[in-house]
Antibody, heavy 117, light 109 residues
Framework: QVQLVQSGSELKKPGASVKVSCKAS????????LNWVRQAPGQGLEWMGW????????TYARGFTGRFVFSLDSSVNTVYLQISSLEAADTAIYFC??????????WGQGTLVTVSS | QAVVTQEPSLTVSPGGTVTLTCGSS?????????PSWCQQKPGQAPRTLIY???DKHSWTPARFSGSLVGGKAALTLSGAQPEDEAEYYC?????????FGGGTKLSVL
């Protein structure tokens, strides 16, 4: 079955960078884009954007340009979210998700990124 | 950017029926928005219950159903169970990507 497994929690200082990974299995990696979703503490879900896994082309939602970079390594069926110049407001759980109208939707377990001095 | 609206909170009695709705600031919600519904319980990752308006996953309990009603997407829960208490998020597709609704906190009391 479709599985998305994310990397573990991160504790970073303001100004640092973080890279979160999401490894896909159980389906053809290049068949569906993978999305990133943010959930700040006590808040709702916010779509950050997606990366087309067949081309590597990312699309960023408003508010997630500049410091946020999506990338992938097809050789290991993994997508990445990198956030640079971290701020306290970046403290959140970050989910990767396969969101598609055409097949099974699946979510990673989430990665907690904490930014604190 | 479009805004997706949901009821902030709803309450249903055990065994009862409740409908959650999902509206769009751009007009009527249609199948072309590929409405989907996610359930999230405290401390857990979301899981998608309904996609493409009314399609269910293998894990979706039969008591959940999706539809379009009055220009909105709708999630109906028939025969609510205590374990259905959760936050429910609607997700709509637009030309630039996906937009989540603010979520509906469903209490089963």
């Amino acid at each position: 079955q479709v599985q998305l497994v994310q990397s573990g929690s991160e504790l970073k200082k303001p100004g640092a960078s973080v890279k979160v990974s999401c490894k896909a299995s159980g389906y053809s990696f290049t068949s569906h884009a993978l999305n990133w979703v943010r959930q700040a503490p006590g808040q709702g879900l916010e779509w950050m954007g997606w990366i087309h896994t067949n081309t590597g082309i990312p699309t960023y939602a408003r508010g997630f340009t500049g410091r946020f970079v999506f990338s992938l390594d097809s050789s290991v069926n993994t997508v990445y979210l990198q956030i640079s110049s971290l701020e306290a407001a970046d403290t959140a759980i970050y989910f990767c998700a396969r969101l598609t109208p055409y097949a099974e939707n699946s979510w990673g377990q989430g990665t907690l990124v904490t930014v604190s001095s | 950017q479009a805004v997706v609206t949901q009821e902030p909170s709803l309450t249903v009695s055990p065994g009862g029926t409740v409908t959650l709705t999902c509206g769009s600031s751009t007009g009527a919600v249609t199948d072309s928005h590929y409405p989907s519904w996610c359930q999230q319980k405290p401390g857990q990752a979301p899981r998608t219950l309904i996609y493409y308006t009314s399609d269910k996953h293998s894990w979706t309990p039969a008591r959940f159903s999706g539809s379009l009603v009055g220009g909105k997407a709708a999630l109906t829960l028939s025969g609510a169970q205590p374990e259905d208490e959760a936050e429910y998020y609607c997700l709509l597709s637009y030309s630039g990507g996906w937009v989540f609704g603010g979520g509906t906190k469903l209490s089963v009391l």
